[in-house]
């Protein structure tokens, strides 16, 4: 069960947590101005890698928000937390990453 | 109109008839309360506490208490207002006129859910069967709340002392949560002597 | 029990216990396991293989045993298949019996199979089953069920109670031998909460059964017990004994299982029979030992062949001897240690044979003095002896070749190829293996999560290093806590070296017979031939040998046979080993029960069973239920004598010509708060609010982005910045959570809050012609008049006193309202309305009334009618979109030209024929019955009732341009035949709507 570091409320186990999808993908703010291929890249369109993953999660059974993760789906290792609306840290160091979930855990 | 006294049933009365105590661990049905969520923009958050009578804690998950009312931190903009012997209607009246001018939303849940309390020395011990936070009074001390999961329900936990927690429960979850916590307890109920072994 | 000595080892001789075995009385004493018990009785045969039905022996002492397994329990309800012997703590009355044997353990019909064995090669199964096929269901497939599995599952339901708990630790150490408590104690003494678990009933590991080495000063079984005093004496420390650690999960969460009760063996106590801990541990020390690799010769697997160290934990910690006279094979160190202190309790040791050419000249030295025949390049050529070894065949190796054998006779045959460290717990946390050339083995590498190897699992073997590799864990595991460790700690230690020589695979055998089978894996019959077979057919990769030939498979894992079937498969590859790779560790690493799976979900607490608060009246009323996701609904009444048809018929008719009740509290509910509210259901409903003025009503209906129906409900404006949304009862959550999404990821500029009352209003909705006198006489402050309060209106006032939110609001077709009142009044109120609705007959109904009157109307039910593929326009309900709205969720998606193809399934009638057919719902709908199956399927039945108000069959389908056929006959095909259907608007009671105002 991973432990998230969720951004109001600190690290909760996974249980707390529904996940929400790829993040950082906004709604157009004018839909009707989209030929079907933009919109169906909006609606359908994921990326899936082996590696880090920008993703979105919401703490529902604790303060209820919604807030962004980085996580390496092929390790888990989460190497950021941070809330809708902030900016994604910066492409993390390969190197880092180990760093980053050891001191997730110790949250 | 036909007069009738309409009398409020609680979801806990059947299951929480015959609860045994025990000094290690027992449960209690908490009394009805009027009960209020506030929603709103930062700065609506003082008015709402000078109209309920107790400041909104701004620190996550931490609760804050003054002559029987308590005001939870539930979320960032989210806050559950508990007065005991209140009538919720006049709360909710008194209060939407005091925050008329403000951005922010309130809404009686007064009967969406019911309130128990589990207290003894096993508390924590058996509150962890269903709970998966760490309850240790350093991770989860006097005057923290949270919403969280026990078992297969979401509830609000609040730790009131050092062996005392609170769990307010949405009506049609709380005698599962009752049974759940009242199965996990067997163990001390007929050994004085049993010990939990955190 | 003729081979217990007098003295000596842990158990308590003043505490005799008696068992039973295959029906037959033994005993032993407090502190035994059954399979110490057992040899103290000279009991060595334990069970028959699995494949072969060979007689087969005790050969370890501990979790990684792959023979012994037995059933366990005197009755059903207790009984508990596949427990290793090794691992069972006897109790007084234990009951247990072999498996994989009939008539009886010493005469097994099944045994054939082993004469029969050159004909049940590797991949037998696959290669044997494949024809003919109708050969599968009646010959094959009873004939590989009555042979296969281990054990039998009991029949009876579980009687035991079983508990889950989460536990949270700074420092987890898994494994209580010398590195581990070395390990706690480091943790201990820095001051983090700490717990140690070990899974068997005394921590101590190889100390248990320690004889020679002493400790800073003491022997070791002090030494032992005083460090489990000072660890008890800590309030930081939590110890877990008979508690196997057996998975790793992400972030440092491990599951453990505690044993709790089986060890008293009566059902006495109200602890559970085991104890899940589900653990977080900031630090993980992993010190959880190695296990003994066997060697691989032919016929290695009679009873009496044993692994070396089984054998001295048998004498040492139980004071058992496990043989008379027993030849010993090796390839490394310990076995030495093994044969020297067996001779010295006053067994005799026929001969060492040492796979080595130059074995360690110390210990060589050592048995040689005590008189021990010691022979260097030799190997062990056969064995003899049909359910006891008898002797075994010594033959020497030079230059490839092998000598003539010489036989020894014997009743006990020790084995050691090495260790093999413990790593699964490394690797299951996604840890990087490394191979060691020299110890031939794989230890652990690189890290992933937050933990250390430290001892055995990691190739320190010798005493005292294991206790320094320990102790600077622990304390590596509290500086990683950011703390202050505890002061360093140097263990003076006495104890031989054992070195760290160890083989993999087969030992060389010469010119082999292709009669001689050397057992690899005991527990799922595999042997070195299997493997090379494997690899002669073009198996290389090492997963594939395993699935290949099952070998690892069984439920031990593989704990003593992978690394020798990976040296195998490295031999006759000729791959260096650390190329041919090692299959996944998965959990657990012992098996675990269901019932700690399970913990308290089961019965009562399986799962909520959500009741509302006027669940207990209906129950009370005679309701049969049916669940709604949760949550429990009253399904219909039925009077005494009625089934279900009989008491829908009744109470569709009473809603219909007077007055019904229905408890309508599941719906969901969102109070909708703020200014910017209207524009927000703009936003996430497809009508058009801005307009809808407070006071009223409106049905409303809410796509997902990708232009699908995915929730409706009326929703009510309670004052110009409130909205009373009702959403399905399954779809609650589901539209809560779309909302909040929306709100806090895209439109948080909107000053709009949300809030669940789902649960805090009852609903009891009263309809039929006389629904408005019911409710007249009973609330205050409300003029329910038709002028004051038209169909799609909301008024706040009181009802029997208490607050009501009164809806005038129809879902079947007649003069209707929703009452809601805060919840806990909900029965009060229901039983006051119930009172005054006696006059006119008033009739609680289910939810299949309210099924069948609102499809009469043709109201859809989402997720009924639609299936997540259905737009609002396929179910008719293009008027419920607000064609001037720029935006809202799901818009821009029906713009796309497949949503408005005519030949889209659209919701119809339709009219069986022949009404007294009703159909069923899921039929499929197709144009020409006459056509061969599988006949072009153009749409579906979606909901079908007997209608009473009609007096007939009715149905709603989803047809491929349905609204085009109408009129048109289609076909239904039922298993009795095609029916014959009309294809009619989707409404058939009331089309004009005039009933809604009574």
Known sequence: MLLIKCPFCGPRPELEFSYGGQAHIARPKDPASLDDESWAEYLYIRSNPKGLHAERWRHIHGCARFFNVQRNTASDAIVATYKIGEEPPKPVDPGLEEWSSRSGAAL | MVEATIVRVNSLAAVSRDSASSPQVSLAVLPDAAKLVFRGRPSSIGAAGEAFGVELPQTANRFREAAGRKAYWLGPDEWLLEAIGVDSSELFSTMSEKLASHSCSLVDVSHRSDSMAIRGPMSEYVLNHGCPLDLSERAFPVGMCTRTILGKSPIVLSRTEQEVFHLDVWRSFSPYVWSFLDEARQEFLHDQSARSPT | ?998
């Open chain 3, 1 to 998: 029990m003729r081979y217990r000595l007098p003295a000596g080892g842990r158990i308590d001789r003043s505490k005799p216990l008696s068992f039973h075995f295959d029906g037959k009385k033994y005993s032993g004493f407090a502190g035994d396991t059954l399979a110490s018990a057992l040899i103290a009785n000279g009991a060595h045969l334990v069970g028959r293989s699995f494949k072969y039905h060979r007689p087969r022996g005790i050969m370890s002492a501990g979790a990684d045993e792959p023979n012994a397994l037995v059933g366990v329990g005197s009755e059903e309800a207790r009984y508990t298949p596949n427990l290793r012997a090794t691992q069972i703590e006897l109790y007084n009355g234990l009951v247990a019996e072999s498996q994989n044997r009939w008539p009886s353990l010493s005469l097994d019909f099944s045994g054939a199979n082993d004469l029969f064995s050159r004909f049940l090669p590797a991949g037998f199964y696959y290669k044997t089953f494949m024809w003919p096929a109708s050969a599968w269901k009646k010959l094959y497939e009873p004939m590989i069920r009555r042979a296969a599995g281990l054990g039998r599952a009991p029949e009876a339901a579980d009687a035991d109670r079983y508990t889950q708990v989460y536990g949270h630790c700074d420092v987890l150490v898994v494994g209580a031998g010398p590195a581990g408590l070395a390990a706690a104690l480091a943790a201990a003494r820095s001051g983090v909460k700490v717990f140690v678990c070990d899974e068997q009933d005394q921590m101590g590991g190889s100390l248990l059964s320690e004889r020679e080495a002493t400790i800073d000063g003491q022997g070791a079984a002090d030494w032992l017990a005083q460090t489990i005093r000072e660890l008890k004496s800590r309030t930081n420390v939590v110890l877990l004994r008979r508690t196997t650690a057996f998975g790793w999960y992400p972030h440092n969460f491990l599951g453990l299982c505690e044993r709790v009760t089986d060890h008293l063996g009566l059902a006495i106590t109200k602890q559970p029979r085991e104890r899940m801990w589900q653990v977080r541990a900031r630090e993980v020390v992993l010190a959880t030992g190695a296990i003994e690799r066997p060697l691989v010769f032919p016929d290695n697997d009679r009873p009496g062949i044993m692994m070396a160290e089984a054998a001295r934990t048998y004498l040492n910690r139980y004071g058992v001897l496990p043989g008379s006279r027993a030849v010993v094979f090796t390839a490394c160190d310990s076995a030495y240690r093994a044969a020297l202190e067996l001779k010295s309790a006053g067994v005799e040791i026929a001969a060492i044979a040492d796979v080595r050419s130059a074995p360690n000249g110390r210990w060589m030295e050592r048995a040689r003095a005590a008189g021990i025949d010691v022979r260097p390049s030799t190997v062990i050529a056969g064995t003899y002896g049909r359910l006891r070894i008898s002797h075994a065949d010594l033959a020497r190796i030079s230059g490839g070749t092998m000598g003539h054998p010489e036989t020894f006779a014997c009743d006990l045959l020790l084995m050691s190829a090495g260790f093999t460290p413990s790593v699964h717990l490394f690797s299951q946390s996604r840890g990087k293996l490394v191979y060691d050339e020299d110890l031939k083995a794989y230890l652990p590498g690189t890290s992933v999560e937050r933990e250390r190897s430290v001892g055995a699992c990691r190739g320190v073997f010798d005493l005292g290093a294991s206790l320094a590799d320990g102790f600077a864990g622990g304390l590596s595991a509290a500086k990683a806590l950011g703390g202050t460790a505890a002061a360093e700690h140097k263990f003076s230690v006495f104890a031989q070296s054992l070195g760290r020589d160890g083989f993999i695979g087969a030992p060389p055998s010469g010119g082999k017979s292709r009669r001689t089978r050397a057992w690899v894996d005991f527990q799922n019959d595999v042997t070195a031939k299997d493997i090379e077979l494997a690899t002669r057919e073009g198996f290389r990769s090492i997963e594939h040998v395993k699935r290949y030939t099952t070998t690892g498979m069984a439920t031990d894992q593989g704990k003593t046979s992978n690394m020798n079937a990976l040296g195998i498969v490295s031999q006759t590859l000729a791959l260096p080993a650390s190329q041919v790779g090692l299959t996944t560790f998965r959990p657990p690493y012992t098996p675990t029960t269901f019932g700690a799976f399970a913990g308290q979900s089961r019965g009562e607490l399986f799962d909520p069973v959500r009741k509302t608060s006027i669940h207990e009246w209906a129950r009370e009323n005679g309701a049969v239920f049916e669940d709604v996701s949760l949550w429990k609904r009253a399904h219909y009444f039925p009077r005494p004598g009625e089934d279900m048809h009989a008491a829908v018929r009744r109470e569709c008719k009473a809603t219909r010509e007077s007055v019904g009740i229905f408890d309508a509290t599941t719906l969901g509910k969102i109070e909708v708060v703020g200014k910017d509210a209207a524009e927000f259901m703009n936003r996430m409903y497809t009508n058009a609010w801005t307009k809808l003025e407070p006071g009223r009503l409106r049905y409303g209906v809410m796509l997902r982005e990708d232009g699908f129906v995915m929730d409706d409900g009326v929703v009510g404006r309670m004052s110009p910045d409130r909205f009373h949304v009702t959403t399905t009862t399954g779809g609650a959550a589901r539209v809560l959570a779309l909302m909040e999404d929306y709100l806090q990821t895209e439109w948080s500029d909107l000053d709009v809050w949300l809030t669940s009352t789902t649960e805090q209003w009852a609903v009891i909705a009263v309809q039929g012609p006389n629904a408005r006198k019911v409710l007249e006489p009973l609330v205050h402050g409300i003029d329910i008049s038709q002028q004051a309060m038209p169909h799609m209106s909301v008024q706040e006032g009181h009802i029997c006193g208490v607050p009501t939110r009164l809806f005038r609001v129809s879902f079947t077709g007649e003069l209707g309202f929703e009452v809601n009142v805060p919840m806990g009044y909900g029965r009060g109120v229901w039983e006051a309305i119930y009172a005054a609705g006696r006059e006119f007959g008033i009739t609680p109904y289910g939810t299949e009334t309210m099924h069948v009157l609102r499809a009469e109307k043709g109201y859809i039910i989402v997720g009924q009618e639609t299936d997540g593929t259905v737009t609002p326009d396929d179910v008719g309900l293009a008027w419920a979109i607000g064609k001037a709205k720029k935006d809202f969720v799901g818009k821009r998606s029906l713009a796309r030209p497949a949503m408005s193809r005519s030949d889209r399934k659209q919701l119809v009638g339709l009219l069986t024929v022949d009404p007294n057919i009703v159909l069923e719902e899921g039929a499929q709908v197709v144009a020409d019955p006459s056509e061969p199956v599988p006949m072009t399927m153009i749409g579906h039945v979606t909901s079908s009732y007997w209608s009473v108000a009609l007096d007939r069959s009715i149905a709603l389908a989803l047809v491929q341009g349905g609204r085009a056929r109408i009129g048109s006959r289609l076909s239904v095909p039922i298993p009795s035949g095609p029916v014959t259907v009309e294809v009619v608007q989707p409404i058939f009671y009331d089309p004009e709507g005039k009933r809604l105002d009574g």
